[in-house]
């Protein structure tokens, strides 16, 4: 019985805070929350070569954020760097890195540190797919999606959050995936990495709360298909 009144009583505050929830949703619907003021805020992002890291790159530019362009394809991050320079960035600093290599992830967020100063907005970006059913997918491929799309967020995450819980003052972005919510038809190392990359992503940000870390804010993104190349040829039909 008093079991029972206990699970009754969980299930009442459950049922209360999620009416909580949405009615703060609705509201925000109609008075939208006031913009955050990303000027001035040094943004790095992984994958600025192309696609929604070149997008981001352009968006902040705009807003007046400080740019650092990391990208393994170092011709497309040279455009990138050169489309922010035109669209205004005060200052934009394109890197070559191989966000797989754990040592290369380490080795230039030191020269970015000396070079730019501390990272305030870190938007791990970069990602690879390869498209193939589990059995088809060479053991090396398979590594490589975990390497980038998952891995790559622990070595960045290393390298800049303590910076950034010394001066109180941070953000860390995740982009996941549509595919870390749910499986898909020839996508099990992809999806299986970018829900390593959701669960690690809301578990740091889980630590910021219970550690009550003051400034630290955390996004988890997970979009649907975009049309950037990287799933060509893909519908959902
Ligand atoms: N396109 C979509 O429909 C879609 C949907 C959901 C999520 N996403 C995610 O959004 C992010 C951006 O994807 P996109 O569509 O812009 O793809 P994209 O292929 O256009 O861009 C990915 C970028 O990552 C870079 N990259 C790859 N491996 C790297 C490495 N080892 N080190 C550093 N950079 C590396 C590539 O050079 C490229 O510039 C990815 O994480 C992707 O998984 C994309």
């Not at 619907?29 to 001035?40: E, S, Y």
């Not at 455009?79 to 380490?106: F, H, I, L, W």
């Not at 870390?213 to 040829?233: A, D, Q, R, S």
Request: glycine share 8%.
């Amino acid at each position: 019985m008093a079991s029972n009144l206990k699970s009754a009583k969980k299930l009442m505050v459950f049922l209360g805070k999620s009416m909580i929830a949405f009615l703060e949703t609705m509201i925000f619907i109609i008075i939208p929350r006031p913009r955050k003021n990303v000027a001035g805020e040094i943004v790095l992002i992984t994958g600025s070569g192309s696609g929604l890291g070149r997008f981001l790159a352009l968006k902040f530019a705009h807003l007046g954020s400080v740019l650092v362009l990391w990208d393994i394809n170092e011709e497309g991050n040279e455009d990138t760097c050169r489309m922010v320079r035109e669209a205004g960035a005060p200052r934009v600093y394109a890197y070559t890195c191989d966000c797989s290599q754990k040592e290369n992830v380490y080795r230039v967020a030191e020269q970015v540190k000396k070079e730019v100063g501390d990272v305030s907005i870190l938007i791990n970006n970069a990602g690879i797919v390869t498209g193939k059913s589990f059995l088809d997918c060479p053991d090396e491929l398979l590594e490589k999606a975990f390497d980038v799309n998952f891995k790559a967020h622990l070595w960045t995450y290393k390298s800049f959050l303590p910076a950034m819980i010394a001066n109180e003052h941070g953000h860390l972005v995740c982009i996941s995936s549509l595919a870390g919510l749910t499986g898909i038809n020839k996508l099990a190392d992809y999806c299986a990495s970018k829900f390593a990359a959701f669960g690690f992503a809301e578990s740091v940000f889980i630590e910021t709360m219970a550690q009550k870390l003051k400034g630290i804010k955390t996004t988890i993104v997970c979009p649907f298909l975009m049309k950037t190349g990287m799933f060509e040829g893909c519908s959902t039909v």
